[in-house]
C-alpha cells in the first residue's frame, strides 16, 4: 500500500516535509539537552539514539487496523508516531533521568505519556512513550506536529526488537505459544535490567562516584 491512494498529491508531499522538519528539530532538541546533561553530570545515560519518519506501508496499514478510511486527515489526526525517535539508555534509572530532562525542558511540549515500564503492556513489551508536539516554521505560520519519543533500556530495545522479526514471521495471529514465550522472556528481561540497575548502585556507592 503507498500514499498513491490519497488523492491529493500536493497535500501529501506538504505533510511529508512537515514531518521531515519536525524529526530534524526534535533530533537536534534531544541532543541538545543530553548534551547539556552529560556536561553537567559528567556521564552520558544514552547508548543510542534512532530516529524514524513511519514508512507509508505501516502508516496507512496502522489507519486501517484502527478502523479509519485512508485520508490525509485520518492520517493527520490519528496516527501520533509518524515522527519516531528512539532513546536507548544503558539502566533503567537513565531512562528516567531522560523522561524528567524532557518534562523540564522549556523546548517540549508533551501531549501525552505512557509508563510501559511501570506497567507492561500484556505482551511484555516495556518502554517509556511521550507524545511531544514539535513547533515547526511552515509559510510564516507555527505548526505543531505529534511525534513519539520511546525511552528504553538496551535491554528492553533487545526484546522489543527481536519480538518484532519473531512476529513479523506470522502474517496472521502469532500462536498462543510463542506469545506466551515471549512474554516469559520479557520477564527475564525486567529482572536482568533491576540486577543490572543494583549492580551499578553498588558500584557506585562502593566507589562514593
Ligand atoms: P512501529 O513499526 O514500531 O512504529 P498509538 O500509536 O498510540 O496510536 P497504540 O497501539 O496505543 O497506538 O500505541 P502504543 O502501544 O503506546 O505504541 C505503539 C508502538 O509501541 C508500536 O508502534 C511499537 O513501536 C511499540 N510497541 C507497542 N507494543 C509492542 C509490542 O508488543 N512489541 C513490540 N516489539 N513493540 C511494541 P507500531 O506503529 O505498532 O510499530
Not at 501529501?12 to 512537515?18: C, G, T
Not at 524529526?23 to 534531544?30: A, G, I, S
Not at 518534562?103 to 501525552?112: H, R
Amino acid at each position: 500500500m503507498s500514499y498513491n491512494v490519497l488523492a491529493d498529491k500536493d497535500k501529501i508531499s506538504e505533510l511529508i516535509l512537515k514531518y521531515n522538519l519536525a524529526l530534524d528539530l526534535l533530533e537536534t532538541q534531544l541532543n541538545m539537552i543530553i548534551k547539556e546533561f552529560e556536561f553537567k553530570n559528567k556521564y552520558n545515560p544514552v547508548e543510542h539514539i534512532k530516529s524514524r519518519l513511519k514508512s507509508e506501508s505501516s502508516a496507512l496499514e496502522k489507519l486501517e487496523k484502527k478502523g479509519y478510511d485512508i485520508t490525509i486527515e485520518n492520517l493527520k489526526n490519528h496516527i501520533h508516531d509518524m515522527v519516531g525517535i528512539r532513546i536507548v539508555c544503558s539502566f533503567i534509572s537513565d531512562v528516567y533521568d531522560i523522561v524528567n530532562i524532557i518534562k523540564n525542558s522549556k523546548q517540549f511540549k508533551i501531549k501525552s505519556e505512557k509508563d510501559y515500564i511501570e506497567n507492561p503492556k500484556d505482551t511484555g513489551y516495556i518502554s517509556y512513550h511521550m507524545i511531544v508536539l514539535v513547533p515547526i516554521y511552515f509559510n510564516d505560520n507555527i505548526e505543531y506536529i505529534e511525534a513519539e519519543i520511546q525511552i528504553r533500556t538496551i535491554a528492553m530495545d533487545f526484546w522489543a526488537s527481536l519480538d518484532h522479526k519473531i512476529q513479523y514471521k506470522f502474517p496472521e495471529e502469532t500462536p498462543k505459544s510463542v506469545k506466551e514465550e515471549l512474554y516469559d522472556c520479557s520477564l527475564v528481561i525486567q529482572a536482568l535490567d533491576r540486577k543490572m540497575y543494583q549492580l551499578n548502585e553498588n558500584v557506585k556507592n562502593s566507589n562514593n562516584l
